[in-house]
Nanobody, 127 residues
Framework: QVQLIESGGGLVQAGGSLRLSCAASGRTDRAYTMGWFRQSPRKAREFVAATSWSGNTKLYADSVKGRFTISIDNAKSTAFLQMNNLKPEDTAHYYC????????????????????WGQGTQVTVSS
């Protein structure tokens, strides 16, 4: 079983940047699709971004395209989410997720197939 630890959240002004990290531990001898979901008090949990283990395919929610970039260092079993031009509506608790899967991404993985969730890290964007 894999465990996920996020870091990098915090408070930033609108237009600023943050970089989230997600380190996997445990069964890191497997390949994982890794990604991020987020949830705020006023919204249902939503998909943000995901990357294949190879890093060759990436998917983004429309709301973050052009502003967020997901990447992966599979040698270190760590994924990153670079968030630029942050907006107040990006304020949420961000959760790292992983699914044991070696292939490329075609569709957003539904929550029901995810193998692991991190505890999450808070991102707050002030206006």
């Amino acid at each position: 079983q894999v465990q996920l630890i996020e870091s990098g959240g915090g408070l930033v002004q609108a237009g600023g940047s943050l970089r989230l990290s997600c380190a996997a531990s445990g069964r890191t001898d497997r390949a994982y699709t890794m990604g991020w979901f987020r949830q705020s008090p006023r919204k249902a949990r939503e998909f943000v971004a995901a990357t294949s283990w190879s890093g060759n395919t990436k998917l983004y929610a429309d709301s973050v395209k052009g502003r967020f970039t997901i990447s992966i260092d599979n040698a270190k079993s760590t994924a990153f989410l670079q968030m630029n031009n942050l907006k107040p509506e990006d304020t949420a608790h961000y959760y790292c997720v992983a699914r044991e899967f070696y292939g490329e991404l075609i569709v957003v993985p539904p929550e029901s197939v995810l193998d692991a969730w991190g505890q999450g890290t808070q991102v707050t964007v002030s206006s």
